[in-house]
């Protein structure tokens, strides 16, 4: 089983509607990480948390909240989704519990707003 | 606030070539920098990090990198380029503060390797 696992990996969906992207990691970090990959711009981060009481918001927060249930479970919501967040949204932890800093992706989840 | 940018969209080498893939960063304290290749429909996988130790990295798949602090630099060098190198490489550096207080990663905009036989 992955260590960082993301649902729904492909969602196609309509402007205006509400969406949620789950994350849930058995890595024991306690740092994660929202992303978004686009063509050409590589990825940028949305929101970050560092703990289950931290939150913070990344470079390209708007539009997006995001809410972070237990150590292990960090969700990124589209309050009300538009075609310019179609998007590769990559979550990332990382953190006490080892490594040296580095990140460690999900698979990705592809979302299309129509 | 950190940077970071890579030099050349789009890189296109023979199989057996050299591939050299450019990184340059900035950082206001002192980086540690990562790079990470995504094949085809998959997620990011680290080929190598520098954590203030060696400044000659190497990483998985026969991958170097050399951190230069003079030049701000971090570029990825493979001696002999192979058909399955083939993928998006990207470039990161975390602001990393010491202990275990690992931050956030800034990635650069990545490059697309392209091998041809």
């Known amino acids: 089983d992955a260590d960082v696992t993301q649902t729904p990996r492909n969602r196609i969906t309509k402007t205006g509607k509400r969406i949620m992207l789950e994350c849930s990691q058995t890595k024991g970090h306690d740092r994660m990480y929202w992303y978004r990959q686009d063509p050409g711009l590589g990825l940028r981060l949305i929101y970050y948390s560092f703990d289950v009481k931290d939150i913070n918001k990344g470079e390209i927060s708007d539009g997006y909240s995001v809410s972070r249930q237990a150590q292990a479970k960090f969700s990124l919501s589209l309050e009300s989704a538009i075609p310019n967040q179609t998007a590769l949204y990559f979550c990332?932890?990382?953190?006490?519990?080892?490594?040296?800093?580095?990140?460690?992706f999900g698979e990705g989840s592809r979302l299309t707003v129509l | 606030a950190q940077s970071v940018t890579q030099l050349g969209s789009h890189v296109s080498v023979s199989e057996g070539a050299l591939v050299l893939l450019r990184c340059n960063y900035s950082s206001s304290v002192p980086p540690y920098l990562f790079w990470y290749v995504q094949y085809p429909n998959q997620g990011l996988q680290l080929l190598l990090k520098?954590?203030?130790?060696?400044?000659l990295v190497k990483g998985i798949n026969g991958f170097e990198a050399e951190f230069k602090k003079s030049e701000t630099s971090f570029h990825l060098t493979k001696p002999s380029a192979h058909m399955s190198d083939a993928a998006e490489y990207f470039c990161?550096?975390?602001?990393?503060?010491?202990?275990?207080?690992?931050?956030?990663?800034?990635f650069g905009q990545g490059t697309i390797l392209t091998v041809h036989p």
């Open positions: 990161a550096v975390s602001d990393y503060a010491g202990g275990t207080s690992y931050g956030k990663l800034t």
């Open positions: 520098y954590t203030s130790a060696a400044t």
């Open positions: 990332a932890t990382n953190g006490a519990g080892g490594g040296t800093g580095e990140l460690f």
